[in-house]
C-alpha cells in the first residue's frame, strides 16, 4: 500500500479535492441520509457492531475471527443491519484471503 504525503501543501490540495467531490456527490436535499447505526435501533447491535470494527483492525487472525463473531451478533440482532452484513462478508474475505489463503 502506497503511503500520501501529508506534508500541509499535500494536505490543503487533499481537503479540497475532498470537497469538491462532497459537493458533486452529496448534492444537499437529494442525499441519503447515513448511519452506523442498525435501522431499528439495537444498541446491542451498534456496540456488537463496533467490537467487529475494533477486532477487525487488529488485522490477526485470531481478531478477524473475534470480528465475525461480533458482526454475526450484529445481524443476529438486526436482521436489517446493512453496514453489519457487509463487514461479516469482508472480514469472511479477509480471513480467507489472508489468512487460510497459504499466501
Known sequence: MRVLATSPKN???YHA???ALR???????HAA???ERPPGGSLEAYNAFLQ???HYSRN??????KAIESYTQA???DLRYALAWSWLSRAWTGLGG?????C
Open 52 to 54: 467487529g470494527q475494533f
Open 75 to 77: 445481524t443476529e440482532l
Open 23 to 29: 459537493t458533486k456527490l452529496l448534492p444537499g436535499e
Open 11 to 13: 494536505l490543503r490540495r
Open 17 to 19: 479535492v475532498a470537497g
Open 33 to 35: 441520509a447515513q448511519s
Open 98 to 102: 489472508e489468512f487460510l489463503a497459504g
Open 60 to 65: 490477526t487472525e485470531a481478531d478477524v475471527r
